[in-house]
């Protein structure tokens, strides 16, 4: 098993433009999420979703969206990305229910 | 609203010695808690949880405590190692999973 997989590891956005960051699991998990770390200052929560057609909107959903149309993908877009989204971005995914997440390792954006 | 926080941001300790990180939620509904642990340059990993029904949970070198009355989670480190320096977080799971700021450790030869 690959386990949480996070495409790509670094990226360079000039203000404006848009990107997608992946995520894939192969685990089966119902449960996927998009967290966002900034210096000095824990995960926050972005987006998260408990199954296949079912997303919700975590702490800090405002410039992101997100779509789950299988299991195992769940997606990540900036649709203009501004210099306030520089951070490094985990998705984590897991069983439904009282259970531990899985993370991948991050991917670096920077927005110039 | 409702928050999971760290009462340290860093924790320096003597190799060999034990290791106490705390962590405060204010989410008095919270059924289960998680502490994980991020090396620089990784993603958090799973440590130790423990569910609302129980005061202690004990792992391999790691106990946790809850005290629900003060809303208060505690990581305990036996015999700490320089492996052990990382950044901990705790976190409480309630549909989605919120996590605190995290406590770095450092582990002094």
């Known amino acids: 098993n690959a386990g949480v997989t996070q495409t790509p590891k670094f990226q360079v956005l000039k203000t404006g433009q848009s990107m997608t960051l992946q995520c894939a699991q192969d685990?089966?998990?119902?449960?996927m999420s998009w967290y966002r770390q900034d210096p000095g200052m824990g995960l926050r929560l972005i987006h998260y979703s408990v199954g296949a057609g079912i997303t919700d909107q975590g702490e800090v959903p405002n410039g992101y969206n997100v779509s789950r149309s299988t299991t195992e993908d769940f997606p990540l877009r900036l649709l203009s990305a501004a210099p306030s989204q520089t951070s490094v971005y985990f998705c984590?995914?897991?069983?439904?229910?009282?259970?531990?997440?899985?993370f991948g390792q991050g991917t670096r954006l920077t927005v110039v | 609203g409702e928050s999971v926080g760290l009462h340290l941001p860093t924790l320096s300790v003597q190799e060999g010695d034990n290791s106490i990180i705390n962590c405060a939620y204010s989410n008095s509904a919270s059924d289960y808690f998680i502490w994980y642990k991020q090396e620089s340059g990784k993603g958090p990993q799973f440590i130790i949880d423990i569910r609302s029904n129980m005061d202690k949970r004990q792992g391999q070198r790691v106990t946790v405590l809850l005290n629900k009355t003060v809303k208060h989670l505690s990581l305990q480190i036996a015999a700490t190692q320089p492996g052990d320096s990382a950044v901990y977080f705790c976190a409480e799971n309630n549909n989605d999973m919120r996590f605190g700021a995290g406590t770095r450790l450092t582990v002094k030869p």
């Open positions: 685990m089966n998990h119902e449960y």
């Open positions: 984590a995914s897991g069983h439904r229910g009282l259970t531990e997440a899985f």
